[in-house]
Structure formats: C-alpha cells, structure tokens
C-alpha cells in the first residue's frame, strides 16, 4: 500500500503570495480572527523567531523593525485555492481523501515503487504551475508514516519537497530514529512528556514499544499509532468518528449592546452550525446558546449566561435551529451590557436515520432534507450564504459590529468580480 500526503507550504502566506508576488522572500504573517495571533508565517517569518499563536501586539517590535507584512485571515480566498489543488490533484489519482484545507491523502497503489519519487515530483511541479501553490509530497505505507514522510520532505533541503518512505525496515527505521516523539501523528503535548518518561523518545522507539502496555496506558488510539508505524493501516479518514458536539463562536469585532445585533450573530452561528451537522449526516436534540461579556475589561461590568433549547423532534433543519437559537438569546439577554462574544452549540447528536418521525408533528422530516439539500447545493456551487436565513444579516454583515475584525485582509482575488487583479498593460497603437 502506497499513501502520498500533500501538504501546502505555509498554505495561508502561500494563497497570498499568488496574487502579490512582492511578498516572495520576505517575512509575512496571517492573522487569527479579529486580527489576534500569528496563524501562518512565512519561512522569512519564522527565521525572525515569530512563532505560532504569538499575540500580535507581543510581536509587534519584531514586525515593525523588520517591516513584516501582516494579513488578516482571507477565509474566502483560502478555500477557493485549497479547492484548486484539490482539483488538480484529483487528476493525478481516482482515490483522494481531503483531510483538512491544506493537506489530502492520495492513493497511489497504481504508480509502481520506483516510479513513485518521479510522479510525486511530477505531482508537485503541475500544482505549482496550475495554482501557483507550493507542496510537500510524503509516501508511505499508512497515514502515519506518509505524514513523517511529508516532514522529511519538508525539512530536508535534498528532498526538495518530495520524499519517499524506503520499503526496507531498516532504512525506515533510521529515518524514523531521527522524528522526535512529538512531531508523531497522534501523540499530544500531555502524551509526549508520558512517552518519554517511559524512555521513548523517537518514532522508532514507539514503533518497538510494548504493544500491550501501549494498550494499557494509552488506549487502542495509541495502540493504533504503533501499528501503523509498523506498517499496519489503522487509521481511515472515512472512518474517523462523528462529533459528538458541534460549536460555533467567535468574539465581535466590537462590543454589541443592541439585541437585534446579537440575534443575527447567534443566527448567523445556528446556521453555519447546521451545516457542520448535515455535512457529517446527523442530527441534534438540542441547542445551547450563550453570550458574555468582555472578562479581561475592568472598564465595563460583567456578564455571562446560557441557556438550552430542546427540539421537538431531532433535527439538521437551519430554520428551525436558527429560531431555537432567536428564541435562547432572547432569554438570557440583558441591557446595559457590552457583549465580546457568543455562540451555539449542538448536542444530542445521532445518525439521521435513526431518527422516528412522530404521528403528531407538522414537521416533514424528508421534505425538510430535500430543501436543505438544494440550499447546500446552491451553496456550494455560487458561494456560501448564497442563500441563508434572513434573521442571519443579509449581504452587508460584513459590515456588522459583530462580524470579526479583519483590518488587513487582501482582496478576495477568486471569489468577488469587483476584486480580481488588475493587469495594465500599455498596447502599441493599432498599424493600418
């Protein structure tokens, strides 16, 4: 079994840099939402010492003295060009499992041992040149160890972006000796410090480790990450379980006072919610909403509440989720406040179809999904909230007190007709 890994490089700088080929080689940072951490860096970013998480305003001297070029998250642009090198990739192999908006796995059980460096090369220099986006390419035999591949590939410069796990154990393993513990797919920062006082410190020491006390002490998760170190598929991104909670919040750009304004925020949350809960085929029982102000301002007094909504039936319906999310903020809302943040979060979720429909509801469960499914259809061809509830804001909530703050977002390139580069060129004069 043969699992290539593709990785953008410093994905978000990269989808900027397309468009502003100024930024190439020199440092460049994407911000989190509301413009508060350092997301993505660019390599002449890291070599600064500006590392992931670190609060703008902490790095603040570090960018101005080194005119560092800073970027609000352009989330629309980012999905519109991880789509692209998707789709370019998809050309290359039928199978192909999108992992997260930066990274998939391909199967490549069709490309032959030694012709698997040349093809991912091959790979790798056509989505550079269709999408102007540089990748990372790592072969091997499960996720794990294609994932340590893309590593290699990655910080090793004679990679050049491409390396491929020897078949041979014992090359594998003095590759494997060289991956901290740490960097392992699946070990966290509170299994890491347990693993290395157990005296396993690398990959190959986990791969050699105690199969059944790696049971005992980590669980079959840990049990899993040994076996595929050792070569045995374990992991399916198909097979990976469904949320059991789905959340969606975010702090304001500014404060919000008026109820009106908070409504179409918790809307807003409902609805992207809902999304979340039909893309993986389920449905909740029950909605919680909550607000609260800001905790670290003293300037202005405190408040913070919640509250849940049971559904009648279970449900993925965004209009019924929206006016059960109304219908908890106005419960627990209070004037006089300024609110930072709020949101919702679904629970009692379970498979769709095991839900009964009741002799006694008006609710149309399979007329419900059939709308839902042609709102995500439309959706997903002409742009999210190309259609959406209208309690959620219309097309001006960019402009929303609660809509995050992104004072440094570059225009939407891919996505917006009045935003696409411009190119001048001076044309010679027309000869008769």
Not at 67 to 91: A, C, I, K, W
Not at 183 to 212: C, F, H, S
Not at 227 to 246: A, F, M, R, V, Y
Not at 294 to 312: A, G, R
Request: proline content about 5%.
């Amino acid at each position: 079994m043969a699992l290539a890994l593709v990785d953008g490089n410093n994905f978000y700088v990269s989808c900027e840099r397309v468009f502003q080929p100024a930024l190439r080689g020199v440092p460049v940072i994407v911000l989190s939402n509301n413009d508060g951490c350092a997301v993505a860096r660019s390599d002449e970013a890291k070599a600064l010492g500006i590392k992931m998480g670190d609060p703008l305003f902490k790095i603040m001297d570090i960018v101005e003295a080194n005119d560092v070029q800073v970027f609000s998250s352009n989330y629309e642009l980012y999905g519109d060009m991880s789509h692209r090198v998707v789709e370019t990739l998809s050309l290359f192999t039928p199978n192909l499992e999108v992992y997260s908006i930066d990274e998939s796995f391909l199967d490549l059980n069709h490309i032959s041992t030694s012709d698997q460096t040349e093809f991912c090369r091959e790979m790798k220099n056509t989505v550079m040149q269709w999408t102007g986006i540089p990748v990372g390419i790592g072969v091997g035999s499960t996720r794990t160890l294609s994932k340590i591949a893309n590593r290699i590939a990655k910080k090793r410069k004679e990679c050049s972006g491409v390396f491929v796990l020897p078949e041979d154990l014992d090359e594998q393993d003095q590759w494997l000796e060289h991956i901290p513990v740490e960097d392992v797919w699946g070990v966290g920062y509170r299994t890491a410090p347990r693993l290395k006082g157990a005296g396993i410190m690398n990959a190959k020491d986990l791969k050699y480790a105690p199969q059944e006390w790696i049971k005992q002490e980590f669980t079959i998760v840990g049990l899993r990450m040994v076996h595929e170190l050792n070569g045995i598929p374990c992991i399916s991104i198909d097979d990976l379980p469904q949320q059991k909670t789905i959340v969606c919040s975010r702090s304001f750009g500014e404060y919000v006072t008026d109820l009106h304004e908070l409504t179409e925020a918790v809307a807003r949350h409902a609805e992207s919610a809902s999304v979340k809960l039909r893309a993986q085929g389920t449905v909740c029982g029950a909605i919680s909403i909550f607000i609260r102000t800001n905790y670290f301002s003293p300037k202005y007094p405190q408040y913070s509440n919640s509250t849940t909504v049971k559904c009648e039936i279970p449900t993925q319906y965004s209009p019924d989720l929206v006016h059960a999310a109304i219908d908890g903020v106005n419960r627990i809302f209070k004037e006089g406040f300024h609110y930072k943040k709020c949101g919702v979060m679904l629970h009692d979720i379970c498979p769709q179809e095991s839900v009964q429909q009741s002799l006694f509801s008006e609710q149309n469960i399979v007329r419900n999904s059939a709308v839902m499914e042609a709102v995500d259809s439309i959706n997903l061809r002409y742009g999210r909230r190309t259609i959406r509830s209208g309690a959620s804001g219309g097309p001006g909530g960019n402009q929303r007190r609660w809509n995050m703050k992104r004072n440094k977002k570059s225009p939407a390139f891919t996505t917006r007709w009045n935003e696409l580069p411009h190119l001048n060129v001076d044309l010679p004069p027309n000869k008769i």
